[in-house]
Protein backbone atom coordinates (compact mmCIF):
# COMPACT_ATOMS: atom_id res chain seq x y z
CA UNK A 1 0.00 0.00 0.00
CA UNK A 2 1.31 3.19 -0.79
CA UNK A 3 2.46 5.84 1.97
CA UNK A 4 0.83 8.87 -0.92
CA UNK A 5 -1.95 10.51 0.10
CA UNK A 6 -5.15 10.00 -2.23
CA UNK A 7 -6.00 12.70 -3.95
CA UNK A 8 -8.82 13.49 -1.75
CA UNK A 9 -6.66 13.70 1.34
CA UNK A 10 -4.49 16.11 -0.46
CA UNK A 11 -7.01 18.37 -1.30
CA UNK A 12 -8.89 17.98 1.96
CA UNK A 13 -5.68 19.07 3.71
CA UNK A 14 -4.67 21.78 1.22
CA UNK A 15 -8.43 22.84 2.39
CA UNK A 16 -8.58 22.57 6.41
CA UNK A 17 -4.91 24.16 6.49
CA UNK A 18 -6.69 27.27 4.48
CA UNK A 19 -9.71 26.98 6.70
CA UNK A 20 -6.79 27.03 9.92
CA UNK A 21 -5.12 29.77 8.76
CA UNK A 22 -8.20 32.16 7.98
CA UNK A 23 -8.18 32.07 4.56
CA UNK A 24 -12.07 31.17 4.94
CA UNK A 25 -13.70 32.34 7.89
CA UNK A 26 -16.67 31.07 9.65
CA UNK A 27 -19.85 31.21 8.20
CA UNK A 28 -17.94 32.06 5.17
CA UNK A 29 -18.43 29.49 2.34
CA UNK A 30 -16.69 27.42 0.56
CA UNK A 31 -16.36 27.89 -3.66
CA UNK A 32 -18.06 25.55 -5.13
CA UNK A 33 -17.30 22.17 -6.20
CA UNK A 34 -17.65 23.14 -10.21
CA UNK A 35 -15.02 25.79 -9.42
CA UNK A 36 -12.63 23.98 -7.00
CA UNK A 37 -12.14 21.15 -9.35
CA UNK A 38 -11.28 23.60 -12.35
CA UNK A 39 -9.35 25.65 -9.78
CA UNK A 40 -6.74 22.49 -8.97
CA UNK A 41 -7.57 20.38 -12.20
CA UNK A 42 -9.01 17.55 -10.48
CA UNK A 43 -12.24 15.73 -10.49
CA UNK A 44 -15.60 16.98 -8.96
CA UNK A 45 -15.71 13.53 -6.81
CA UNK A 46 -12.11 14.36 -5.74
CA UNK A 47 -13.33 17.71 -4.04
CA UNK A 48 -16.89 16.37 -2.95
CA UNK A 49 -14.71 13.37 -1.21
CA UNK A 50 -12.40 16.12 0.06
CA UNK A 51 -15.23 18.34 1.74
CA UNK A 52 -17.28 15.30 3.15
CA UNK A 53 -13.38 14.72 4.94
CA UNK A 54 -13.85 18.45 6.34
CA UNK A 55 -17.00 17.63 7.57
CA UNK A 56 -16.32 14.76 9.29
CA UNK A 57 -13.33 17.25 11.10
CA UNK A 58 -16.58 19.15 11.91
CA UNK A 59 -14.48 22.26 10.26
CA UNK A 60 -17.47 22.60 7.39
CA UNK A 61 -21.38 21.83 7.53
CA UNK A 62 -22.61 20.35 4.03
CA UNK A 63 -26.20 21.43 3.01
CA UNK A 64 -27.83 19.89 0.56
CA UNK A 65 -27.94 22.64 -2.36
CA UNK A 66 -25.75 25.42 -0.47
CA UNK A 67 -22.76 24.37 -0.33
CA UNK A 68 -19.73 23.57 1.98
CA UNK A 69 -19.95 26.27 4.95
CA UNK A 70 -16.96 26.93 7.38
CA UNK A 71 -17.64 26.59 10.93
CA UNK A 72 -15.81 27.95 13.97
CA UNK A 73 -12.62 26.19 14.72
CA UNK A 74 -13.41 25.70 18.09
CA UNK A 75 -16.57 23.39 16.97
CA UNK A 76 -14.16 21.36 14.59
CA UNK A 77 -13.00 17.58 15.92
CA UNK A 78 -10.61 17.15 18.46
CA UNK A 79 -8.40 15.47 15.60
CA UNK A 80 -7.60 19.41 14.21
CA UNK A 81 -5.64 20.38 17.12
CA UNK A 82 -2.30 18.26 15.99
CA UNK A 83 -3.03 20.49 12.28
CA UNK A 84 -3.13 23.42 14.60
CA UNK A 85 0.12 23.03 16.34
CA UNK A 86 2.20 22.83 13.55
CA UNK A 87 0.17 24.99 11.11
CA UNK A 88 3.05 27.41 10.07
CA UNK A 89 5.54 24.66 10.05
CA UNK A 90 6.73 24.99 13.79
CA UNK A 91 4.83 24.12 16.70
CA UNK A 92 2.44 27.15 18.38
CA UNK A 93 4.13 26.99 21.39
CA UNK A 94 1.34 29.60 22.96
CA UNK A 95 -1.39 26.67 21.97
CA UNK A 96 0.31 23.99 22.90
CA UNK A 97 1.12 25.15 26.21
CA UNK A 98 -2.47 25.41 26.10
CA UNK A 99 -2.79 22.31 25.24
CA UNK A 100 -0.84 21.02 27.84
CA UNK A 101 -2.51 22.86 30.50
CA UNK A 102 -6.40 21.40 29.51
CA UNK A 103 -4.73 17.80 28.95
CA UNK A 104 -2.92 18.54 32.89
CA UNK A 105 -6.40 19.44 34.38
CA UNK A 106 -8.23 16.70 32.44
CA UNK A 107 -5.59 14.16 33.96
CA UNK A 108 -5.81 15.13 37.20
CA UNK A 109 -9.67 15.14 37.48
Known amino acids: MSAEPTRSAAI ?3 LRDAILAGEY ?3 ERLPPERELAARLGVGRSSVREAVAKLAQLGL ?3 RHGGGATVRP ?15 SGA ?7 EFM ?7 TS
Open 12 to 14: AAD
Open 25 to 27: APG
Open 60 to 62: VEI
Open 91 to 97: PDLRLLA
Open 101 to 107: DVSALLL
Open 73 to 87: VADANVEVLRHLLVL
